[in-house]
């Protein structure tokens, strides 16, 4: 059954691993029985009408004993809501924790707040009201347990809507926005340059002097990133482990933020409108100017692949191993199929909500290139950019007057990046 050998990770049974094999069909058939119940439970919880589960409710709200809502708590809702005002004005979780105690609020045991805590409580479902998503724990083999934990995102109902369970600190609207913040500056895309920098080249521009990274003798670009001071990028590597490490570049600013800004121009207008490329950087542009609708997306996005992987457990349980008779199997697809169906929806109605043609023609890029600020012009840049950024070559000697485009090394953002960064 060629079946049978895919889903056990290309484990071939003839091949002396039967012991193996038996193994892993226990496995696949406990983990569908396991699905089964999660399923199951899903369902329940939605007839159960949006009730929070257990445990203390987060900090800032209130719980009626028994009612299983939650509202805002009289006296921790101020402290709390003042943080969500600072995260939603783009503090840091770090300067979100330090204005809070400087302002002297105090969480609930009367600790300081830190960072951690901050970011905690803002993404937790039920700081919104919303219900969380419950997940079975496992031991340390992997095997699920008897218990559940709160986990952080919100619980949906068939046709893709939060589920709510009272009145949280912040709006749902306001959770999606506070946890793209979050991401933004944890994601490795954007968090490379601080997001207040004025610069075009912060988190793109890499160092490109040759040097011994691994100690086998066989030099290779630095790669280290270039920060912005005094007019000149420099080598990261180089201000903070030495001139041993790496001998650095530096390079004037304008003089290479210029050459770049040519550059970039002419690379998109290069680009065909409709090219697969073009889609994707105004896909990636739209990310950063609208990060609500991207995280919605993302939410929708993961809950679908869910699904899908849940179908297919589903039809291994009953066409490989047999364990589930066929009304089981037909009712629990189809409840599959229609949570496929909604998420589908929700998607198709997010797509169209982001509307991409606006940015999909080389000369609207174009144009938002030049009408842009700096901070618009640097993620723009970055969004079509793939990881390695802009390679700068240090200069061959003092006085080098090659021009700067020279020493640049582009790893701009490809169809094959396209394909693989979905
Ligand atoms: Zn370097």
Not at 333 to 356: F, K, M
């Amino acid at each position: 059954q060629s079946r049978l050998v895919s889903v056990s990770e290309g484990l071939d049974s003839s091949q002396g691993g039967r012991m193996v094999f038996a193994i892993l069909s226990e496995r696949a058939r406990e983990e569908a029985k396991d699905m089964a119940k999660r399923v199951k439970i899903g369902h329940d919880s939605h007839k159960a009408e949006g009730r929070r589960g257990t445990g203390r409710p987060p900090f800032g709200l209130y719980s009626a004993p028994g009612s299983g809502k939650v509202e805002p708590h009289p006296d921790e809702y101020g402290t709390a809501r003042r943080l969500a005002d600072l995260l939603l004005a783009r503090k840091t979780t770090k300067d979100t924790a330090h204005q809070l105690n400087e302002e002297g609020y105090r969480t609930r045991s009367g600790a300081t707040w830190s960072p951690t805590a901050v970011s905690k409580l803002a993404q937790s479902p039920l700081f919104a009201g919303m219900v969380p998503v419950r997940r079975r724990k496992t031991d340390e083999h992997g095997n699920p347990l008897d218990s559940w934990e709160g986990y952080g995102e919100p619980l949906r109902d068939e046709t893709g809507e939060v589920i709510m369970c009272g009145k949280g600190v912040v709006t749902p609207g306001e959770w999606f926005k506070i946890k793209a913040l979050i991401a933004e500056r944890t994601d490795d895309r954007w968090a490379k340059g601080k997001p207040e920098a004025k610069y075009l080249g912060t988190g793109s521009y890499r160092c490109g002097r040759l040097r011994d990274k691994k100690g086998t003798g066989e030099l290779e670009p630095c790669g280290g990133s270039m920060s912005h001071r005094g007019g000149r990028y420099r080598c990261e590597v180089r201000q903070t482990r030495g001139k041993s490490i790496c001998e650095g570049v530096v390079t004037l600013a304008d003089r290479i933020d210029h050459a770049v800004g040519q550059a970039w121009i002419h690379h998109i207008t290069a680009l065909e409108p409709g090219d697969p490329v073009v889609i994707e950087i105004a896909r990636r542009w739209l990310a950063f100017a609208d990060p609500e609708t991207q995280a919605r997306k993302n939410e929708a996005q993961k809950a679908l692949e869910a699904a899908q992987r849940r179908v297919k457990k589903l039809e291994d349980d009953f066409y490989v191993y047999g364990k589930m008779d066929e009304e089981r199997f037909e009712e629990l697809s189809e409840g599959q199929r229609a949570v496929i169906e909604s998420i589908a929806a929700t998607l198709e109605a997010l797509d169209a909500e982001a509307d991409l043609s606006p940015l999909t023609q080389v000369a609207a890029l174009r144009e938002a290139w030049e009408a842009a600020d700096m901070a618009d012009k640097r993620m723009l840049l970055k969004c079509t950019l793939g990881k390695k950024g802009i390679t700068v070559k240090p200069a061959a000697r003092q006085g080098d007057h090659t021009p700067i485009l020279e020493r640049l090394e582009f790893d701009w953002l490809s169809k094959k990046d396209t394909a693989t960064e979905k």
